[in-house]
């Protein structure tokens, strides 16, 4: 499943190549169209299909940015601003390609749900295998009220008194402290893989109270997070040709971590243990981490 890093990633891959683009018509695929039919909403959320496609016609790419997890599209048209917001889900992903014959991985041809065709003559397609992913049309972000919700960005500088301020609150306080840092609500972005090599760095046990950590260590925690998101953003994250190969855990950063999928710890040589916490396997060193 993609991070931070890696939609950082994604979105660092698409701006150079789609920035300054004009959609010129939508084809979405039977899948999506049979789904609305049942009154589903696979990918394409809360618009008509019939909206979205006319919507979309003759809008510019203007820029494109990254919040938490989520790809904002920021679009223009006729003078006036729209977001195209991606959520890549477990196994979403982008591709700019003059024709689909260029996506040669069968996995990703298979499953392509939607095409943007570029005025230019080029495609923005976006493929997706398992279907968890979503594309929002809004005028503004405040029209979709999740995205408000949010935690700031981790490297923001209200980020960590926000972090502070939140797991002080009866409702997360008493909980893991690996479930209050990878709630988007505290935390921007942080997911399964950095919050457990940044409790693993920390030397804290992932199911330790919340309320039975200092703030100062609380405070040395949160940039451990900032510190282990921004290397990994450094270390490639995933360009778009990686993501597609190893679905989200790509760049260099994958050989970087110490705690994540290990079987023993690589600091004491102890075998180590998993629990589950908030629904998440959680693996850590009951020698170093406590
Ligand atoms: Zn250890």
Known sequence: MPELPEVEGVVRELSPVSIGRTISDVNVSDVIRKSKELGKEAIVKGKTLEDFIEELATMTIVDITRRSKYIYFHLEKDGLPHLLVSHLGMTGAWFVVDTLEAITEQKFKNHIHVVFNMADGGL???????????????????????????????????????????????????????????????????????????????????????????????????????????????????????????????????????????????????????????????????????
């Open 124 to 290: 923005l397609v976006y493929s997706d295998i398992r279907r968890f992913g979503e594309l929002r049309l809004l005028q503004k972000e405040e029209d979709y009220l999740p995205l408000m919700k949010m935690a700031p960005e981790p490297f923001e500088s209200i980020a960590v008194d926000h972090f502070l301020a939140m797991a002080a609150l009866p409702k997360y306080a008493r909980k893991p402290i690996k479930e209050v840092i990878m709630d988007g609500h505290v935390i921007s972005g942080c997911g399964n893989i950095y919050a457990t090599e940044a409790l693993f760095r920390m030397k804290i046990h992932p199911g330790r109270a919340t309320e039975r950590i200092s703030e100062k260590r609380k405070r040395e925690l949160f940039q451990e997070i900032v510190d282990v998101l921004q290397e990994s953003i450094d270390a490639g994250g995933s360009s778009i040709s990686d993501y597609r190969n190893i679905n989200g855990e790509a760049g260099t950063m994958q050989t970087r971590l110490k705690m994540y999928g290990k079987k023993v710890c690589g600091t004491c040589g102890k075998d180590t243990k998993s629990m589950k916490i908030a629904g998440r396997t959680s693996v850590y060193c009951p020698k170093c981490q406590r």
